[in-house]
């Protein structure tokens, strides 16, 4: 079974600072992993995925995220926040086409 | 490139009332998928639509049904609300890429903005 657990419901940042949110995974089989940003009354925005090719992945607003097998974790970074950041962050799992298990999700303060 | 869709934007019923959430595709994606998310208990899987067929379905009851349509919108309903229904749908569409034999595919899911179904 899979399923994906994000450590710290919330996280709070200054502008400018290093933002480190939490997402650790258990998978019986290579796993696909994806984290999402959700801002206030919107839907989801992919903000970038893992599919076995690289380990570091860089994705959209300046996010980078690194798979580490050995801790079974897919942290999301990035190295200066913007108060435009402040969003709510969900870490999911899936195999191929089948269904998202998402995390319960972490959310971002910045403040000035 | 249009976006996902979905309509309506807020859906206000009264219990034991039926309700219907509509969700259209990016156009070529053949897949679609329905989320609830409800205060408390995070996003959950709902169910998964592809060419016309229900996939999968989530851990919920039958009175949550829907159906695929042959441009690949889709429609869910929920019969005999109750008050826990309340929450936001969110529908996503994906590629179905089957690929080549042996190899696996991802496809990304593109979510749509929600309905928000708030049951009085």
């Known amino acids: 079974a899979q399923s994906v657990t994000q450590l710290g419901s919330h996280v709070s940042v200054s502008e400018g600072a290093l933002v480190l949110l939490r997402c650790n995974y258990s998978s019986s089989v290579p796993p696909y992993l994806f984290w999402y940003v959700q801002y206030p009354n919107q839907g989801l925005q992919l903000l970038l995925k893992y599919t076995s090719a690289a380990t570091l992945v860089k994705g959209i607003n300046g996010f980078e995220a690194e798979f580490k097998k050995s801790e079974t974790s897919f942290h999301l970074t990035k190295p200066s926040a913007h108060m435009s950041d402040a969003a709510e962050y969900f870490c999911?799992?899936?195999?191929?086409?089948?269904?998202?298990?998402f995390g319960t999700g972490t959310r971002l303060q910045v403040f000035p | 490139e249009a976006g996902v869709t979905q309509s309506p934007t807020h859906l206000i019923k009264t219990r034991g009332q039926q309700a219907t959430l509509r969700c259209s595709p990016i156009s070529g994606h053949t897949s679609v998928y329905w989320y609830q998310q409800a205060l408390g208990l995070g996003l959950q899987f709902l169910l998964w639509y592809d060419e016309g067929e229900e996939r999968n379905r989530g851990n919920f009851p039958p009175r949550f049904s829907g159906r695929q349509f042959p441009n690949y919108s889709s429609e869910l309903n929920v019969n005999a609300l109750e008050l826990e229904d309340s929450a936001l749908y969110l529908c996503a569409s994906s590629l179905n890429d089957r690929g080549r034999r042996g190899t696996r595919t991802v496809n990304e899911q593109f979510f749509g903005p929600g309905t928000r179904l708030t049951v009085l």
């Open positions: 999911a799992v899936s195999r191929n086409t089948d269904k998202l298990i």
